[in-house]
């Protein structure tokens, strides 16, 4: 069973605190919660206020990531619209640390969709487990799916490790084709490239 806690500890270090890069399509973020996706999260109106204090964007980088108001309800906000939703401590911890944070830079569809893509690959033309359809929300199909992947450990040439290995390795390719259609697409976003690679 995972645990959110770790999870959330390794997506907290990818997304960092205040950015508003001008050719960031997700536009303004405070700690990867996108003003686009998430207007109504309560933090902006600490945000407002603060970047009402200084126009130095230092000073106010500063001002943002240690403010205590806007840490406090970080976590809630992430369990309950990310971890829950994506009914992540139903699968293994590396697993759902991949989901949970492919989730949050592309979206829950996006992200449940990069591990539906990877189960459907890895089962040898259904002969352990019929094809899910892919529609991007987790639901019993997609769990029961994952259950029997990883029942598929008592084969001699495969191990748990190896299993979440393959699963990872797939899941990370479906993120790297999001990342590389949106740069084809928009060859301005190359920018940020490096961050998307590191977090693949």
Same mark, same amino acid.
């Given at each position: 069973?995972?645990?959110? @806690? @770790?999870?959330?500890?390794?997506?907290?270090?990818?997304?960092?605190?205040?950015?508003?890069?001008?050719?960031?399509?997700?536009?303004?973020?405070?700690?990867?919660?996108?003003?686009?996706?998430?207007?109504?999260?309560?933090?902006?109106?600490?945000?407002?206020?603060?970047?009402?204090?200084?126009?130095?964007?230092?000073?106010?980088?500063?001002?943002?990531?240690?403010?205590?108001?806007?840490?406090?309800?970080?976590?809630?906000?992430?369990?309950?619209?990310?971890?829950?939703?994506?009914?992540?401590?139903?699968?293994?911890?590396?697993?759902?640390? @991949?989901?949970?944070?492919?989730?949050?830079?592309?979206?829950?569809?996006?992200?449940?969709?990069?591990?539906?893509?990877?189960?459907?690959?890895?089962?040898?033309?259904?002969?352990?487990?019929?094809?899910?359809?892919?529609?991007?929300?987790?639901?019993?199909?997609?769990?029961?799916?994952?259950?029997?992947?990883?029942?598929?450990?008592?084969?001699?040439?495969?191990?748990?490790?190896?299993?979440?290995?393959?699963?990872?390795?797939?899941?990370?390719?479906?993120?790297?084709?999001?990342?590389?259609?949106?740069?084809?697409?928009?060859?301005?976003?190359?920018?940020?490239?490096?961050?998307?690679?590191?977090?693949?």
């Amino acid at each position: 069973m995972a645990v959110f @806690e @770790e999870a959330y500890q390794l997506t907290s270090i990818q997304e960092g605190g205040y950015s508003n890069h001008p050719d960031d399509k997700g536009g303004e973020t405070y700690r990867g919660i996108s003003r686009l996706h998430w207007p109504q999260w309560p933090g902006w109106s600490i945000v407002d206020r603060l970047k009402a204090k200084t126009s130095d964007s230092k000073k106010m980088h500063n001002l943002l990531i240690t403010n205590s108001g806007l840490t406090k309800g970080l976590e809630s906000f992430y369990k309950k619209e990310f971890w829950d939703k994506l009914a992540c401590v139903h699968l293994p911890q590396k697993i759902a640390n @991949e989901l949970f944070d492919t989730s949050v830079n592309m979206g829950h569809s996006y992200g449940v969709s990069c591990l539906q893509n990877a189960l459907n690959k890895l089962n040898r033309n259904q002969k352990d487990y019929v094809d899910i359809h892919v529609d991007g929300q987790i639901g019993t199909q997609t769990l029961n799916a994952t259950e029997s992947y990883f029942k598929t450990a008592r084969f001699s040439t495969r191990n748990k490790d190896k299993l979440i290995n393959w699963l990872l390795k797939w899941m990370n390719y479906y993120q790297l084709c999001r990342y590389d259609r949106i740069t084809e697409k928009n060859p301005d976003q190359e920018i940020f490239i490096p961050g998307w690679t590191n977090r693949g």
